[in-house]
């Protein structure tokens, strides 16, 4: 029997606490133990970006990163993005009124590498905005709406005033 390592990380601002397998993927912790299933897994060689969450403050593919590495660390997934439940964030709205997905399997995880981006920069170039998409792959839509949806994203950030953060941990759950 394999010993259990102990964890203790903020997901979307809550608490969590566990104790897991020293193999268990972060994204299989997510899904599976914490029920956050809007991180998807869409490959298993590591190419896809489905599974992209922010890791303190950077995006990662979740199913590269043990859920033994995020100790001690802040995950955001997509559940989490919006500061107030009953709206959307203005990333999610970028990609609604873009028409920037189909099929939507990929979508989570363009919107939290949009979430990093644009975190990180002010102002990107279309070739830049490609650039930072390149690890996340669509099936179905040829990329240019999601292009243009990073490009509104941006817009609607700045607009809004909205500071791209990481919520603060609140309270405790196992
Ligand atoms: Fe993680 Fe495809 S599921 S990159
Ligand atoms: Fe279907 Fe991107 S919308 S994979």
Redesign the pocket.
């Known amino acids: 029997m394999v010993e259990k390592k102990h964890i203790s990380l903020t997901v979307n601002g809550e608490k969590k606490e566990a104790d897991v397998e020293p193999r268990l993927l972060l994204v299989h912790y997510l899904r599976d133990n914490l029920g956050l299933t809007g991180t998807h897994v869409g490959c298993d060689t590591t190419n896809c970006g489905a599974c992209t969450v922010i890791l303190d403050g950077r995006a990662v593919k979740s199913c590269t990163v043990l859920a033994v590495q995020a100790n001690g660390k802040r995950v955001l997934t997509i559940e989490g993005l919006s500061p107030d439940k009953n709206r959307l964030h203005p990333i999610q709205k970028a990609f609604i009124d873009k028409d920037a997905?189909?099929?939507?399997?990929?979508?989570s995880g363009m919107i939290m590498t949009t979430f990093a981006i644009l975190k990180k920069h002010k102002k990107l170039t279309e070739e830049e905005i490609r650039a930072a998409l390149s690890g996340n792959l669509?099936?179905?839509?040829g990329y240019d709406n999601i292009v243009d949806a990073v490009k509104e994203a941006e817009e609607n950030v700045e607009e809004e005033g909205i500071e791209l953060e990481e919520p603060e941990p609140v309270r405790v759950r196992r």
Do not use: E, K, L
């Not at 997905?101 to 979508?107: E, K, N, P």
């Not at 669509?138 to 839509?141: F, I, V």
């Open positions: 997905f189909q099929c939507g399997y990929c979508t669509c099936r179905c839509t």
